[in-house]
């Protein structure tokens, strides 16, 4: 860590309070700035009976932000060095308002699908330039809780952003949803406007004469990032594939819930609040691959469960997928962090733009393999993208962890999940 980012890591600490607040500050951001992502997809199958879809068609408009995403995302690696973080963040998340109070207006799916891409433009700006405020002002002691937090706000979004698109489309109406999510991008923008100090350009980190494509090269030259990328695409293929459409399951027989019922559902998220906060503890004592491809196994567990026609079966699988998913973000999100050779912000929005792309090609493949096949050849789907991550973790290995053999190892010197990100 350079000087600069050690004076700015001082400053950050002292502004706040103590852990606990930032934790919970981090947290509530990172809730605020993807509830849009993960609320619609609550309201799935009332979408696809207002414009009158099938739900292939329906699960892509929505998942269409991962289009906009993954334009930010590398628009962010290409211009990170000269963005200034924290502006960005509050002029992405106010304007991200925009979009979400059309969305109530929405005449067809056409502009409903532009004003999801619109969305993703705006979540994935302010999701990536938070990532690189958080490593670039951490102290690698600190940075594990504080990125750790930041996932466990996306779950928490998962949960009860869900949740609550469910009852107030089901009570009020699709139009007041939206109208409510907007309010919500607002208050977000409320709060980075508040707590977040105001950091100087971070220009002095890198070097000045740098091209963003020559440090594009270098990442994707870097052998543990080119798998590193790969990852995070296949672990939003899965998830996007089985959180999209298990939701035409449940409101079909056998089992047939309601839309309130529906949102009651992903409930299923709560665990994976608790366990993604301890993903940097388990790097730091088991390593990367070994934590990642655990995470991997607990999600692969649930997938059996998926195709048994039981509700509480279906339940116990989804969390499983959840906590394995979500684990298996925080572990490869530090990780792209700490290998990074130069410009953490543009690694990070090497591998988000990967993540995000992961999730346009899962919802498009696997809701025409839902449409054609049915709900098992999805799940199948689901489980050869983790397979491929399986694989693709065996290049996950940190210098340190090179170094050093197992037993030696020190399991306090920082770990993937404990020090900078994406």
Do not use: K
Request: aromatic content about 10%.
């Amino acid at each position: 860590m350079t000087a600069f980012s050690q004076n700015q890591a001082m400053s950050m600490q002292g502004h706040h309070a103590g852990t606990v607040e930032r934790t919970l500050l981090i947290g509530l951001i990172a809730f605020l700035t993807v509830v849009d992502l993960f609320g619609t997809q609550a309201i799935l199958p009332a979408l696809a009976r207002s414009y009158g879809v099938t739900p292939a068609a329906m699960g892509f408009a929505v998942n269409a932000t991962t289009i906009g995403m993954a334009i930010a995302c590398l628009a962010v690696a290409c211009f990170s060095h000269r963005i200034d973080r924290r502006r960005g963040i509050l002029i992405s998340l106010t304007v991200l308002a925009i979009p979400t109070a059309l969305l109530a207006v929405a005449p067809n799916l056409a502009t409903f699908t532009a004003l999801r891409i619109a969305q993703g433009l705006c979540m994935a700006s302010a999701f990536t330039l938070t990532l690189a405020y958080l490593g670039e002002h951490c102290s690698a002691m600190d940075a594990g809780g504080a990125f750790a937090a930041y996932i466990t706000g996306n779950v928490a979004s998962n949960l009860f952003g869900r949740l609550l698109a469910a009852g107030l489309a089901d009570h009020l109406g699709l139009p007041a949803t939206f109208l409510s999510l907007a309010g919500l991008n607002l208050l977000g923008a409320g709060i980075v406007y508040v707590w977040l100090t105001q950091p100087a350009r971070m220009t002095a980190q890198d070097e000045p004469g740098a091209s963003p494509f020559s440090i594009w090269a270098e990442h994707l030259h870097n052998p543990l990032l080119r798998p590193s990328f790969a990852i995070g695409f296949c672990i939003l293929f899965a998830f996007i594939g089985t959180f999209t459409y298990v939701n035409f399951v449940l409101v079909r027989e056998p089992i047939a819930i309601g839309q309130m019922s529906l949102g009651f559902v992903y409930f299923v998220f709560t665990p994976s609040i608790v366990t993604t906060l301890l993903a940097g503890r388990t790097v730091q004592r088991f390593g990367t691959r070994p934590a990642f491809w655990g995470s991997l196994a607990v999600a692969g567990l649930g997938l059996p469960l998926l195709v048994v026609p039981s509700l509480p079966a279906i339940l116990t699988g989804l969390m499983l997928v959840g906590v394995g998913t979500f684990f298996a973000q925080a572990i490869a999100t530090g990780f792209v962090s700490q290998t990074a050779t130069t410009d953490r912000g543009s690694a990070s929005g090497l591998y988000l733009a990967s993540y995000f792309s992961g999730g346009l090609v899962g919802s498009a493949i696997l809701g025409q393999v839902f449409d054609r096949y049915g709900w098992a050849a999805c799940v199948i789907g689901v489980g050869i993208s983790l397979l491929v991550a399986a694989l693709l973790a065996i290049r996950l290995r940190p210098a340190s962890e090179r170094l050093l053999p197992e037993a030696e190892r020190d399991v306090s010197t920082p770990s993937p999940a404990t020090v900078g990100s994406a």
